[in-house]
């Protein structure tokens, strides 16, 4: 394809290299079952982190980290007014993740960083790989949480002030494993961002595509819900007199399940984190506090969605004698990425004869804040089964390097313009 003459030229990742990289990271924080569990600012995540920064400066890189831990490998350009090129994605996995959700994207980016460094290639623009603090939001809620700061959408100091659900602060857990950075968070120019993730869903693998092009991302609300309802004796208080907050929970998950089956296939809905109190086996549930998860490709469906389930819970509250408090703590529009930079990956694409189509992203990412201030896009590689946030995730190594080969030409045709 004539786009990519003298863009990138022969320059290719190594495959090799790239899927040894994944194979040693996957040592930090191991499960026995093949998995990850490298959560936030743990000491797992110290390591991976701590690694980083090595295998960066062995490259040529200058590795600094800001004041949301968010880690900043910059390979010099021959222009040094230009901001960066950027690539970035996350280390930290869900308790229970896979070796590829958002590993793929950081991983990609230092295979481009030593596709540019091995071969010699000069760009005009720094080119960046970011590592990007709490993307998961399993510890510490919202997900994207520093990108977020770093793009305005939080302040730094509601993030540092967050909890996790044993009250340890976000901030401390930063300090904590020492990466909490002296540059102040967004301070720091872009010019574009890519991000490599896999799909986490079925679709490219079903329709043997190799490369999704990301047009954009749906929209999310996340909520955390208390019922209070009455501890009691489980031998000695009759039915009719308990409040159990537990059987209001119960018919709660079962709303949000069935307002998401009436907005699919488009819709979804989850109840992922539940805690039962006092959780004892004798003892009637006297409070249940528990997250709801809703997205839909269009924010208007969230909003109805959002009204059945506060209604639902209104009768539950009124049917059972509970107090059902819901309290919206993360709201995340639909997002469309720029033409410019999707058009770099389809390029890219095709001109390596990757079989590709457009997507929409279910779920979460980095990108999505960093779309409201830079020009964005991200790539997608099939996984397999869409199988995602789950130890069995797993993908192709051959996917995984031509993810990494688009992330590689995009970046140069960015860095061309
Ligand atoms: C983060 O991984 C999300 O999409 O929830
Ligand atoms: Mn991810
Ligand atoms: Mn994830
Ligand atoms: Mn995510």
Redesign the pocket.
């Known amino acids: 394809m004539s786009g990519f003459d003298g863009i990138g030229g022969n320059v290719t990742v190594d495959g090799g290299k790239l899927w040894a990289d994944i194979l040693e990271t996957a040592r930090f924080g191991a499960t026995p079952k093949g998995g990850i569990r490298r959560l936030t600012l743990t000491e797992e995540d110290r390591q991976v982190r701590d690694w980083f920064i090595r295998t960066c400066e062995a490259l040529g890189c200058v590795v600094t980290f800001d004041s949301m831990g968010n880690q900043f490998a910059r390979r010099a350009g021959t222009d040094p007014s230009l901001p960066p090129i950027t690539m970035g994605s996350h280390l930290d996995t869900q308790p229970t993740g896979g070796k590829f959700?958002g590993i793929v994207g950081v991983l990609g980016g230092l295979a481009v960083l030593r596709a540019l460094h091995e071969s010699g290639r000069e760009t005009r623009h720094p080119v960046e790989l970011i590592n990007w603090t709490n993307?998961?939001?399993s510890r510490f809620a919202p997900?994207m949480l520093s990108s977020g700061v770093f793009a305005g959408v939080f302040t730094e100091e509601e993030a540092l002030a967050k909890t996790d659900r044993d009250g340890v602060r976000f901030e401390d857990a930063l300090v904590g494993i020492g990466y909490r950075g002296a540059e102040r968070c967004g301070d720091h120019p872009i010019a574009a961002y890519f991000e490599l993730h896999i799909e986490q869903g079925p679709i490219l693998e079903a329709e043997r595509k190799t490369i999704g092009v990301v047009t954009g991302v749906q929209g999310?609300r996340w909520y955390e819900v208390t019922v209070i309802g009455r501890d009691g004796h489980a031998g000695a208080t009759p039915m009719a007199l308990r409040a159990d907050a537990l059987v209001g929970t119960a018919k709660l998950i079962e709303a949000v399940q069935s307002i998401a089956l009436k907005h699919a296939p488009g819709a979804v809905g989850t109840v992922g984190l539940l805690e039962n109190r006092p959780n004892s086996r004798n003892v009637v549930p006297g409070e249940v506090f528990f997250s709801v998860?809703l997205r839909d490709p269009d924010d208007a469906v969230i909003v109805r969605m959002e009204e059945a389930f506060r209604s639902a819970a209104a009768q539950v509250a009124s049917e059972s004698g509970l107090e059902i408090t819901i309290k919206l703590v993360w709201d995340s529009p639909a997002v469309r990425f720029d033409p410019t930079c999707i058009d770099a990956v389809r390029r890219a694409a095709d001109s390596f004869g990757y079989p590709a189509r457009d997507i929409v992203s279910g779920?979460?990412?980095d990108a999505v804040y960093m779309a409201g201030v830079t020009p964005t896009t991200m790539i997608f590689i099939p996984c397999a089964g869409g199988v995602s946030?789950n130890e069995e995730e797993s993908a192709e190594a051959d996917d995984v390097t031509a993810g990494a080969n688009v992330l590689l030409r995009a970046v140069l045709d960015a860095d061309e313009r």
């Open positions: 959700d993307e998961e939001g997900a999310m998860d779920a979460g990412h946030h």
